[in-house]
């Protein structure tokens, strides 16, 4: 496993003209100054996607430099569809010409990307048939794929399981149902859009996700030509049409980068500004941030997360899905909360297996104890499987630099903010990882006063 993901941490510094994949952190120095985001990883993969469904070109603007974006780009060239960079941060995508790709095509670009799955509805509009490698993604838990399967399925389509892969066709073509999410996936509701948009007939999609990306998404489609309605208690609705055209966007900024820098801001007592930040989509963040100690101000383009010099305070938190406090957050924040004057516990309930990260953190000092199980009953936004950790984190520790490796992609940068944090000096490999999602990461160090060089 590990050779596996050095491979794709090599591979994902390479896409984004990274030289290396180690760096050597020397810690202990506030984080000071202004960083702009762009748009969001989790919306922009899906809209490179969704351009497959139309007949003529797409236009998407604010698209990071993030090897995700470069993954994506390869598997719709692969497939056809001529992708141009019209100026930095914009694509143009044409899917005039679609055509069928093989597995080992397809994994060849994908690597452990999970984007592949979102490919089949929009295949099987264009083309009939879709082929989908074995899927990776982070490895946090299993992730499995099943919800978007069965949703397939539920639409007409013929899922075949292979040795290398999956094959789906759909005979009828895909017609719309009724379905109903065993819980609120992200991306098993992209697939439902994705696929019933263009089907005959209306989709009901109950128990959807509503996270502020599947709103860009949706909004995307809208543009495109689709009827798409989103209903109280989590239910959208999706009348059919038989063509989209291409549509011109600007992706909504990313929430999950500005979390980071601002758990990052606390972590080092420094005062950063994420520029293209809005509080709007941020606001559970905000407010966990505010009880733990964190101030912030929002300004016209953006906002100043900073340490106000008084004790960070510990908090109570569960991970949820939308409007809850986000999985993607608990990682960075963690780093910071090692730092509170007491005791944190953390719930993650999205994911069975989050907390991986925390080993590495233990090793520089922190004081965090992962329980298998919930230590304390908590109320649920929505009913779920009975997956959930907590994590306890005892604070304030004293920080000192270590050796670490990087696991995932969140958990990767709540790794680099931890190094940042700490006395001394720690080399952390494996980060090319961290550029799967974080635009110009290491650019924007220099800019905040990181003391590191790459080796
Ligand atoms: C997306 C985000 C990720 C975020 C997550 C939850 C992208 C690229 N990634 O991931 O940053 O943390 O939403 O907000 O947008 N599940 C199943 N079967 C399935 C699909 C999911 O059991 O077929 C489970 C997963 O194992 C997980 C939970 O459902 O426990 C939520 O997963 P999901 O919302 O689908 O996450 P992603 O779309 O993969």
């Known amino acids: 496993m590990n050779s596996h993901l050095d491979l794709d941490s090599r591979k994902a510094a390479q896409r984004v003209g990274l030289t290396s994949d180690t760096i050597v952190i020397r810690g202990g120095k506030p984080l000071n100054g202004r960083i702009e985001v762009r748009g969001a990883k989790n919306l922009v993969t899906k809209a490179m996607v969704a351009a497959l469904l139309a007949d003529t070109p797409s236009i998407l603007k604010g698209v990071p430099e993030i090897s995700d974006v470069h993954v994506v780009k390869g598997l719709l060239e692969a497939h056809g569809v001529v992708v141009d960079e019209l100026m930095p941060g914009e694509l143009r995508l044409d899917p005039s010409n679609v055509s069928s790709a093989h597995f080992a095509e397809i994994n060849a670009h994908a690597g452990s990307s999970r984007i592949p799955i979102l490919f089949c509805g929009p295949l099987l509009h264009q083309l009939g048939e879709a082929f989908i490698p074995d899927l990776g993604g982070c490895r ?6 099943d919800f978007h399967l069965n949703a397939l399925r539920a639409l007409g389509a013929v899922v075949e399981k292979l040795d290398d892969g999956i094959h789906l066709t759909a005979p009828d073509g895909l017609i719309g149902a009724n379905i109903e999410l065993p819980f609120p996936s992200v991306g098993a509701t992209e697939q439902v859009l994705l696929s019933a948009v263009r089907a ?7 128990n959807a996700a509503i996270e502020p990306e599947i709103m860009d998404l949706i909004a995307i489609l809208q543009k495109m030509g689709a009827i ?5 208690n989590r239910v959208i609705v999706i009348e059919g049409v ?7 966007h600007t992706a909504i900024f990313d929430r999950n980068e500005a979390a980071s820098w601002a758990s990052a801001a606390l972590a080092t007592h420094g005062d950063i500004t994420v520029g293209g930040a809005k509080q709007q989509e941020l606001m559970t963040f905000l407010n966990v941030y505010r009880k733990v100690g964190g101030e912030f101000e929002v300004l016209e383009d953006g906002i100043r997360f900073y340490h106000p010099g008084t004790p960070l305070k510990p908090v109570m938190v569960e991970t ?3 409007p809850g406090f986000m999985t993607d957050w608990q990682q960075p924040l963690i780093v910071a909360l090692t730092q509170a004057e007491g005791t944190s516990v953390v719930h993650e309930t999205v994911y069975e297996n989050r907390f991986g990260f925390t080993d ?3 090793t520089m ?3 965090i104890t992962v329980h298998q199980s919930g230590i304390a009953s908590i109320t649920r936004r929505v009913p779920r499987r009975p997956l959930e950790q907590a994590a306890v984190v005892t604070g304030p520790t004293h920080l000192t630099g270590a050796d670490v490796r990087v696991p995932d992609l969140r958990g990767g940068f709540s790794h680099l903010i931890a190094a940042l944090a700490a006395e001394g000096t720690s080399t952390i490999s494996n980060v090319g ?4 999602g974080y635009e110009l990461f290491i650019d924007k160090l220099e800019q905040l006063g990181a003391d590191f060089e790459l080796v």
């Open 140 to 145: 946090i838990g299993d992730r499995p794929i």
């Open 200 to 206: 005959e007939g209306t989709t009901e999609l109950k």
């Open 228 to 232: 798409i309605s989103v209903e109280p």
């Open 242 to 248: 038989q063509k989209l055209r291409g549509y011109v």
């Open 320 to 322: 949820d899905v939308h």
């Open 360 to 362: 590495a953190l233990n």
């Open 365 to 367: 000092g922190a004081d």
């Open 433 to 436: 990882i961290i550029s799967r």
